[in-house]
């Protein structure tokens, strides 16, 4: 069968909790929602959350409700989910993308100034704290101060991260930890499987603006009012909703989140001291003011290896029957990208390279470590044969 590059972590408890939501009347608007909300909103240390039923919903209804529109540009990572970057064509807002740094793989803030240096039409910057390692916020939150831009933060890849201000830094913010999903006017987290929790198919919005909060509760449920009701259709909404059978099976994910990001933590732990001897791979790093929540498990390939070279890496692995994947394709290189806005290669250097050198390897929490070793052997012996 081999090795699949993601397994969710359910036990039990989580298959109990959702057998009583199909035994109860309420599938729908029921208590789970309710109680998932406030236990998501309390996690992330923030007032308000609204569940809806993917991450992309999530960062669709935040777009609404900050009146982004038509005419408006935000800058964003091209190196990211493409979510992060379709949320905004939803509305008619153009993505404009600024590179990455290459160390946190996150949207380079010195990037993202020299745009704002020549482009007055930009209303916001998205940063994605991407494989769960928290973007630069205190530069961001600098820029937006300087050219009043709203922040939204893309942390579907990051619950359970965390931030503290950076030494060095001329104006620390947060002397104290922050949990990812607390940054800007509003941020969302993402459920599907292969997320370090999950709900099968979900997200979490959350913000500290009560507005927000209130538009985006009524935008889920069809333009409907925050109570719900059959008639009043307040605005234009959508069918967002998550069940009470979703949000049952993320109750139980979040009340084990503690014991789950420890056994991935583990498992990158095992990860990094097997491939530190492998000369010509180079694992994800962290910056010390981080916290990293381990999403996925993704290495880069030395400088030498070209993108031909890593698919062939890839091809031999997967013949070893372990499952391997790209992550990401830039989203400026995407079909459709390049068709609507004439993007090309060499349009964003770093996240390319980036891109053309990376592979995802089986990364889930109960990976055993007898899979790790045979994983990390045949990487060796791909490299040295």
Same mark, same amino acid.
């Given at each position: 069968?081999?090795?699949? /590059?993601?397994?969710?972590?359910? *036990?039990?408890?989580?298959?109990?909790?959702?057998?009583?939501?199909?035994?109860?009347?309420? +599938?729908?608007?029921?208590?789970? %929602?309710?109680?998932?909300?406030k236990l998501g909103a309390a996690y992330a240390g923030r007032r308000y959350a609204v569940a809806v039923n993917s991450g992309t919903s999530g960062l669709h209804l935040i777009v609404r409700s900050l009146n982004l529109s038509r005419g408006d540009d935000v800058i964003t990572t091209p190196y990211s989910f493409i979510a992060s970057a379709n949320c905004l064509l939803f509305e008619g807002v153009r993505p404009v993308?600024?590179?990455?740094?290459?160390?946190t793989l996150n949207l380079s803030p010195n990037? *993202?100034?020299? %745009? /704002?240096?020549?482009?007055?039409? @930009?209303?916001?910057?998205?940063? @994605?704290?991407?494989?769960?390692?928290?973007?630069?916020w205190d530069a961001f939150y600098d820029l937006s101060d300087r050219y009043k831009l709203k922040l939204i933060e893309d942390s579907c890849e990051a619950i359970g991260a965390e931030y503290v201000s950076p030494e060095g830094v001329k104006k620390k913010r947060w002397r104290k930890k922050k949990m990812a999903g607390s940054?800007?006017?509003?941020? $969302?987290?993402?459920?599907?499987?292969?997320?370090?929790?999950? *709900?099968?198919?979900?997200? +979490?919005? /959350?913000?500290?603006?009560? !507005?927000?909060?209130? /538009?985006?509760?009524?935008? !889920?449920?069809?333009?409907?009012d925050?109570?719900?009701?059959?008639?009043?259709?307040?605005? +234009?909404?959508?069918?967002?909703? %998550?069940?009470?059978?979703?949000?049952?099976?993320?109750? $139980?994910?979040?009340?084990?989140?503690?014991?789950?990001?420890?056994?991935?933590? !583990? @498992?990158?732990?095992c990860y990094n001291r097997h491939l530190e001897t492998i000369s010509g791979v180079e694992p994800l790093s962290a910056l010390p003011n981080v916290k990293r929540s381990w999403f996925v498990y993704v290495v880069k390939l030395a400088k030498q290896f070209t993108r031909k070279d890593r698919d062939r890496i890839m091809r031999k692995l997967e013949a070893r029957g372990i499952a391997c994947s790209?992550?990401?394709?830039?989203?400026?290189?995407?079909?459709?990208?390049?068709?609507?806005?004439?993007?090309?290669?060499?349009?964003?250097? $770093?996240?390319?390279? @980036?891109?053309d050198r990376s592979i995802a390897l089986p990364f889930y929490s109960n990976l055993r470590k007898m899979d790790i070793n045979y994983i990390t052997d045949s990487i060796k012996k791909v490299l040295d044969g």
């Open positions: 069968m081999g090795i699949p /590059l993601s397994s969710p972590d359910i *036990t039990a408890r989580e298959i109990r909790a959702v057998k009583e939501v199909l035994k109860s009347p309420a +599938l729908c608007f029921g208590p789970r %929602l309710e109680k998932f909300e993308f600024a590179d990455i740094d290459e160390e990037m *993202t100034e020299s %745009l /704002l240096q020549k482009n007055k039409k @930009v209303k916001a910057i998205l940063p @994605v704290d991407v494989f769960g390692h928290p973007a630069d940054f800007g006017a509003a941020s $969302v987290f993402a459920f599907y499987p292969n997320k370090q929790i999950t *709900t099968g198919e979900g997200g +979490l919005v /959350l913000t500290d603006s009560k !507005r927000i909060y209130m /538009l985006c509760r009524s935008m !889920r449920n069809q333009g409907r925050g109570a719900g009701r059959i008639n009043g259709h307040l605005r +234009l909404g959508y069918n967002y909703r %998550l069940s009470d059978i979703n949000c049952a099976l993320g109750i $139980v994910q979040l009340q084990r989140i503690g014991s789950i990001l420890n056994k991935r933590q !583990r @498992v990158a732990q790209t992550y990401f394709i830039p989203i400026h290189l995407q079909p459709y990208y390049r068709k609507t806005f004439g993007y090309k290669r060499g349009d964003f250097p $770093v996240s390319e390279s @980036v891109s």
